[in-house]
């Protein structure tokens, strides 16, 4: 009988060793985005298998996952993309059902503010209702207690700020289209916890940035124009708001962020963000310095103006298309829950991200 005991606890011993040692499985919609590429790599790093989602194009959409990419006749594989649509429910369910994956990263999403207001019903299709209808396929394939689910969630939540610094607790009051389906995804998140017991997180992310960040957005757009500007190959940058204040951070801390929250005991949502603010002009400063070209301003708001000093050569001038219909002034976070219960901290600050931004962009410049 001792004996039978000795074996079955040997048995019982390896057997829960194998499925604590089981590779999780996670699904990342929006892999072919800047934060989805980063955390697939953080994943594939972490032993996961990967699943993305992207959407079909006509022109090609994966170059910030191609350097993961992986032959469908490869050996060993750790990184799967599926061809799918978070506007279209079928294409989400079937997924879910196929995949059952144990994490569930929401990042697809129409994300452009200012394109939100030129596509209101398309951003609030995906936006809002993409969530909904992975929520719902978690719950219809009666994942609820096996795949836990992560929200996109946005500080452009906050909008017209009811207090500064911003944090779990300040009410929203969004400012665009894109802002208001945000505001749905993240109550629709918290319904889901609460009624089906999903485990569901909202993280409410400041603006994160880096060299993978897509150029129509305004940290990207200034380093590739003053880039450009001093290699020669550009004259001048055009900008809207220069006044806007934002709080940006780092792409790769940020996407750490979004595992450690699925990894908590309990669900919960969290701010995350620097805690440092910015305006766009200073921005372009800091850009201009890491550059080290000399410069001064001239003029007020639409009339704003930064000349290269000693020549008068015009770099940076205002076009008033940049201005959106609503603006959303300031934004700051206070990211004193994530830092107490997660333990997170970012290890970019704005120099350090501007540094590496800029030395990339030069090199790719280079390499073209
Ligand atoms: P991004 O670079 O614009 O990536 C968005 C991703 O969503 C892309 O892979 C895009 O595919 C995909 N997508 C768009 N519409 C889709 C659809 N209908 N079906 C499937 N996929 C679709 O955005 P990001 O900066 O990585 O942000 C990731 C998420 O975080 C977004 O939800 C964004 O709203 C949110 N967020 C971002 C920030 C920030 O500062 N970056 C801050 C707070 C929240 P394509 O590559 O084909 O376009
Ligand atoms: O870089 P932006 O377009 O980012 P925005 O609007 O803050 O949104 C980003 O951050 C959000 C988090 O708060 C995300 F949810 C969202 O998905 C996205 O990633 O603009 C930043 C500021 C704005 O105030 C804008 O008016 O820069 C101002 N700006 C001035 N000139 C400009 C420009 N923005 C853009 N895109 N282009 C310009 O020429």
Redesign the pocket.
């Known amino acids: 009988l001792f004996f039978i005991n000795y074996i079955c606890n040997i048995y019982n011993i390896l057997y829960k060793n194998t499925n604590n040692m089981r590779k999780k499985i996670a699904l990342i919609t929006g892999v072919t985005g800047q934060d989805g590429s980063y955390l697939a790599d953080y994943l594939i790093k972490k032993k996961y298998f990967v699943h993305g989602v992207k959407r079909r194009s006509s022109s090609l959409n994966t170059s910030r996952v191609d350097h993961i990419y992986q032959d469908r006749f490869e050996g060993k594989r750790n990184f799967f993309l599926h061809y799918g649509d978070i506007t279209d429910a079928i294409s989400v369910s079937t997924l879910i059902r196929k995949i059952k994956p144990d994490e569930i990263y929401n990042l697809a999403?129409q994300?452009?503010?200012?394109v939100s207001f030129e596509v209101p019903e398309y951003t609030g299709n995906a936006d809002a209702i993409g969530a909904l209808r992975i929520l719902e396929a978690i719950k219809f394939h009666g994942l609820e207690n096996k795949t836990k689910f992560y929200q996109?969630?946005?500080?452009?939540m906050f909008g017209k700020v009811k207090e500064i610094p911003q944090n779990e607790k300040t009410p929203f009051y969004p400012r665009?289209p894109?802002?208001v389906a945000?505001v749905y995804a993240h109550w629709i998140t918290v319904n889901y916890r609460e009624a089906y017991n999903i485990f569901a997180c909202n993280g409410i992310?400041?603006?994160?940035?880096s060299s993978r960040?897509?150029g129509?957005?305004?940290?990207?757009?200034?380093v590739n124009a003053l880039c450009k500007i001093k290699l020669g190959l550009q004259k001048t940058l055009?900008?809207?708001?220069?006044e806007?204040?934002?709080?940006w951070g780092h792409a790769k801390d940020y996407v750490f962020a979004m595992w450690k929250m699925l990894q908590q005991k309990k669900a919960s949502d969290f701010v995350i963000s620097t805690g440092k603010q910015f305006t766009?002009k200073q921005f372009v400063n800091l850009v201009l310095d890491e550059l080290k070209i000399k410069y001064i301003w001239k003029g007020r708001g639409i009339n704003s103006k930064c000349l290269i000093k000693g020549t008068g050569n015009k770099i940076v001038s205002i076009?008033k298309n940049?201005?959106?219909p609503l603006?959303?002034?300031t934004?700051l976070g206070n990211s004193t829950k994530a830092k107490k219960e997660l333990r997170w901290k970012p290890k970019y600050n704005i120099k350090s991200m501007v540094r590496e931004m800029v030395a990339e962009e030069i090199n790719s410049l280079k390499n073209d």
């Open positions: 999403a994300s452009h503010v200012s996109a969630g946005t500080s452009e665009s894109y802002g945000k992310l400041f603006n994160h940035e960040r897509g129509t957005f305004v940290t990207k757009k200034i055009y900008l809207g708001n220069l806007a204040k934002r709080d766009v076009d940049y201005f959106r603006e959303v002034d934004l």
